[in-house]
Every structure is written in structure tokens, then in C-alpha cells.
């Protein structure tokens, strides 16, 4: 049960810790707490938690540099990144640590806990049926769902689990146009609201992964959301 996971909360602003910790208690989870980088390493090393939030701005190692280190070790920990930068560049910079998910300060209780909620979903061991299903095609696209791996031709890429998540959704509705607040639900559990720049954030950075051409594999349709459409293919 996701009410029962493990959250380690880095970050150097005790106010925020104490508050998300006793937040987080109320909902369930077990909360441990670590005001920078270096201890946030140190505790996940010493026994392994099943979501990190991370500040980004944190004395000695940061939250991108706690990310980087442990995506180079090969741990795949969700891991939500809090900052009040919210430029997009910033954004991107915490998507090349290895986030998962990016949440501008100051932010909604609610949102926090659906992304949690979300990114612990995700995390989740996959169901039977889905384990024995074979790989997903959309022109030279190729994605396994069980295990998470995608291919642009004979190359494989490398995505954080929102943006295999995300990937994976467009790639089951090839050549259908899914709206904002589909998409919104579908990956966060939430619709952040006509104002929010998560999605197309995301959408960015996996074209850029992807080495989307033109025309790109996945296609803006203006004032309604985003369709996968392979090349060649019109409708």
C-alpha cells in the first residue's frame, strides 16, 4: 500500500522538513528526515526508502547532485525535486539529474501528496498481464513495458519514469490526440490546472531525448493536448 511507504525528505529549510514530515505522517507514510545532500546519500545507502523529495538549493551536495549520484549507481528511487526556480532550463537541469518529477516552491499540500501518489504507482511492481506482454511499435519506436526499455531504431535512451511513463501513454494512443487533463491524470494523477508547465516541460525534454525531427514523432495539436504519430503517418 502506498500509505505505507518510506519518504526521505532532503532538505536544509527546517521549517519545510518539519512541516512535511508531520503532513506526510498524517497520510500514512513513514518519514525520515536529513537537511542536506550529504546525509540524504548517506541515509538512502544505509537503508533504502521507496521515494526521495530533494531540495534542489542545499549546502555542499544539492539535490541534482544527490540525483546524479544515485541514478550512477543505478538506483531508481522515484524522486520528486522541490526548488523555486521555475524557469524551464531549471526544470531541465533537474530532469538531467535523474527526477522524476519537479514541484516549484511555494506548492499545494494536495499537489505534493498527488505526486506522491503517483510516482509511488509507478513504481509499483507491474500485474501479471502487463509482465507478459511483449513490446510496444510505433515506427522505428520501440518500447518494452516490462522492462522499461526504449529503443529510436538501433538506439537505446534513457528516461526517468515520468518520461517512460509519459512516452508509454502516447505510444498506447498512436495517432490519437490526448488533451491536457487526460494526460495530467493519466501520469500524475492530477490536473495541475491550465497554468501549469510540467506537461509541456516534459514533453520537451523527451523530444529532445528521442531526437525528434521534423515533423516530430510527437506532435503538439494546438489548444487540445499532444498525439504520437509515426512518419508517413497522416491520421
Known sequence: MEATA???IADDDRA???SLERALHLEGYEVRTVPDG???LA???A???DLLILDVMMPGVDGLGVAKVLRAEGDRTPILMLTARVETPDRVAGLDAGADDYLAKPFELEELLARLRALLRRAAPVSGEAA???PLRAGDLRLDPRARRVWR???????SKTEFDLLELLIRNTGIVL????IYDRIWGYDFGPESKNLAVYISYLRRKLGDGDPPLIQTVRGVGYTLRPRGRTS
Not at 531504431?153 to 528516461?159: N, T
Open 6 to 8: 518510506t519518504v526521505l
Open 16 to 18: 519545510i522538513r518539519n
Open 38 to 40: 550529504v546525509q540524504a
Open 43 to 45: 541515509a538512502v545507502h
Open 47 to 49: 537503508e533504502p526508502v
Open 132 to 134: 507478459d506482454e511483449g
Open 153 to 159: 531504431g538501433e538506439r537505446e535512451i534513457e528516461l
Open 179 to 182: 488533451d491536457h487533463s487526460t
